[in-house]
């Protein structure tokens, strides 16, 4: 897995009206030599009236469609009115549960 394969699923499959995926592998014991843990924010109205597990469940399904694996992901699935909202807090971004 890595950051541009990442953005070429995300590209192909969602609409996103903000989008941001980064390589937090240095951050990890495991992973400070290789891509494999992430971090991502990702913005679409076709998450509306979706849970967030079904959200996720959304993106990983897309994944795997492109054979891409997932290691070690962070994320966060927000609708456009979601996202607005949460940008008024600090820090609107997922934080790795590894830092």
Not at 15 to 42: I, N, R
Not at 71 to 96: D, F, G, R, V
Request: proline share 4%; hydrophobic share 30%.
């Amino acid at each position: 897995m890595n950051k541009k394969k990442i953005e070429q699923v995300v590209y192909k499959h969602f609409s996103p009206s903000f989008f941001e995926v980064e390589d937090v592998s240095h951050l990890h014991k495991h992973g400070k030599s290789e891509e494999s843990h992430y971090s991502l924010s990702l913005v679409d109205s076709i998450f509306e009236g979706m849970s967030f597990v079904r959200r996720q469940k959304l993106f990983f399904e897309k994944m795997k469609q492109e054979g891409v694996e997932v290691y070690s992901i962070s994320m966060a699935c927000y609708t456009p009115q979601e996202w607005e909202e949460k940008k008024k807090t600090k820090n609107p971004l997922p934080l790795c549960a590894g830092v």
